[in-house]
Nanobody, 120 residues
Framework: QVQLVESGGGLVQPGGSLRLSCAAS????????MGWYRQAPGKQRELVAG???????NYGDSVKGRFTISRDNAKNTIYLQMNSLKPEDTAVYYC??????????????WGQGTQVTVSS
């Protein structure tokens, strides 16, 4: 079983920065595809950024150029550096791990989420 624990959320002013962390336990972290998602009140959960086991990254259109995802396999942790934050970035941010089974099945695991609020 994979467990994920996010940290680093909080209240920040528009234009400010935050760095989120997601620490994983269980499984072989270096082989997981990892991602950050967010969900604002009344909206669907959306992809913020993803990173594969090989280090390839992808981003949601609304965060390109402002957010950076990274991973440290030695620490079983991924990060989301968020710069130039906007009020519309306010949401609960979730970490997701995707593990691949021997038969090609995909298994997804979610963290409990961390609140990010961008407001003056």
């Amino acid at each position: 079983q994979v467990q994920l624990v996010e940290s680093g959320g909080g209240l920040v002013q528009p234009g400010g920065s935050l760095r989120l962390s997601c620490a994983a336990s269980g499984g072989i972290f270096s082989m997981f595809t990892m991602g950050w998602y967010r969900q604002a009140p009344g909206k669907q959960r959306e992809l913020v950024a993803g990173i594969t086991s090989g280090g390839s990254t992808n981003y949601g259109d609304s965060v390109k150029g402002r957010f950076t995802i990274s991973r440290d396999n030695a620490k079983n942790t991924i990060y989301l550096q968020m710069n130039s934050l906007k009020p519309e970035d306010t949401a609960v941010y979730y970490c997701k791990a995707r593990r691949y089974g021997l038969s090609g099945n995909e298994y997804d695991y979610w963290g409990q989420g961390t609140q990010v609020t961008v407001s003056s």
